[in-house]
């Protein structure tokens, strides 16, 4: 079962106390979007009719309060109120709450790969994969949650196909340029995801540290994307 390998005192016991407490991490700009397009009162939120719109909300619902508060801290029916559902449905389209996890984070998994499979290169069609996910944010958060919390990585995120399909167009490019000592794809390809999950995750700490809103027009996109470059060109 997910998360199986977890100790009753870890990580995960103690993420769950601390999100009782109140004490979480502070969601990003993204991810207060997100959450502030669902509106609070279980009452203005029309309620789902037949199994497809039932699984939607489902989904929507457990995507947008796991990654705010972390699975362990999420139960079936505080997904089920604010789907506006039964909280038995869960339990009958999706078994349990592991099972709801694996299947939100391989939706957007297979959205970023999506946008992955058509990069022909590692230069300009990169602006698309960043782009592809920054949008998953809340999936991004929710990986971090996960793997705090001491959910096994190959069930929570077992398939890496836009990493993958990247890894694949570098080398191919390394390989075109002929012999050189130059980084592994590998390398530079998991090098520029820590860079990209890692402004995802800590925009609202650089911000604060470094002083990032009182630079004048700053577009992070192109930062990202420069940076990225930089990265990658060193396996090109």
Do not use: C
């Amino acid at each position: 079962m997910l998360g199986s390998g977890r100790g009753a005192g870890g990580v995960g016991t103690r993420l769950h106390s601390l999100s009782t407490l109140g004490v979480r991490m502070m969601p990003s700009s993204a991810t207060a979007r997100t959450l502030s397009a669902v509106p609070d009162n279980d009452a203005d939120r029309p309620r789902p009719v037949g199994r497809a719109e039932v699984m939607e909300a489902v989904r929507d619902s457990a995507m947008v309060l796991f990654a705010e508060r972390g699975p362990d801290a999420v139960t079936v029916r505080e997904v089920a109120d604010r789907a506006g559902v039964n909280h038995a449905l869960i339990h009958r389209h999706y078994g349990t709450k592991e099972e709801l996890l694996r299947v939100v984070l391989s939706e957007a998994i297979e959205r970023m790969a999506g946008v992955a499979r058509e990069t022909s290169n590692t230069g300009d069609d990169i602006r698309g994969v960043i782009a592809a996910t920054r949008r998953e944010e809340p999936a991004v958060r929710l990986l971090a949650w996960a793997l705090l919390a001491g959910y096994p990585i190959e069930e929570v995120w077992p398939e890496y196909p836009a990493f993958q399909r990247v890894q694949t167009v570098l080398t191919d490019e390394q390989a075109a340029a002929g012999a050189g000592d130059r980084e592994d794809p590998r390398m530079a390809v998991a090098a520029g995801t820590a860079l990209l999950f890692g402004w995802i995750l800590f925009t609202p700490f650089l911000d604060r540290a470094a002083g990032l809103r009182e630079i004048p027009g700053l577009d992070d996109e192109q930062v990202l994307f420069d940076a990225a470059q930089a990265i990658l060109g060193r396996a090109r």
